[in-house]
């Protein structure tokens, strides 16, 4: 019954700006960690950064300095905001979430992820 639906995604020209917002929804009783990874292509999912239930942040190096991971623990959303984005940051992006749901059992979850795509 637990969700994490994705949006924000879209086409932009190298140098612009996106937002991707995750929200989760369901029986949830606790969110704790939250974090972003993306799927280019040919390549394995990786990650790009990540977010306790305190606000402490990780980034992959190929992020750090463009990307800030934020999240609202009131909407139990997380967000990403990427800027001065390169055609290489063109993936799928993924949520994930780690979820104590109501019963109570702890799980990770994942968003259906959502296109970014940087080009010319």
């Known amino acids: 019954q637990v969700q994490l639906v994705e949006s924000g995604g879209g086409l932009v020209q190298p140098g612009g700006s996106l937002r991707l917002s995750c929200a989760a929804s369901g029986r949830i009783f606790r969110v704790n960690a939250m974090g972003w990874y993306r799927q280019a292509p040919g390549k394995q999912r990786e990650l790009v950064a990540t977010?306790?239930?305190?606000?402490?942040?990780n980034y992959a190096d190929s992020v750090k300095g463009r990307f800030t991971i934020s999240r609202d623990n009131v909407k139990n959303t997380v967000y990403l905001q990427m800027n001065s984005l390169k055609p290489e940051d063109t993936a799928v992006y993924y949520c994930n979430a780690d979820i104590i749901d109501v019963t109570p059992r702890r799980l990770g979850y994942w968003g259906q992820g959502t296109q970014v795509t940087v080009s010319s």
């Open positions: 977010i306790t239930s305190d606000g402490l942040t």
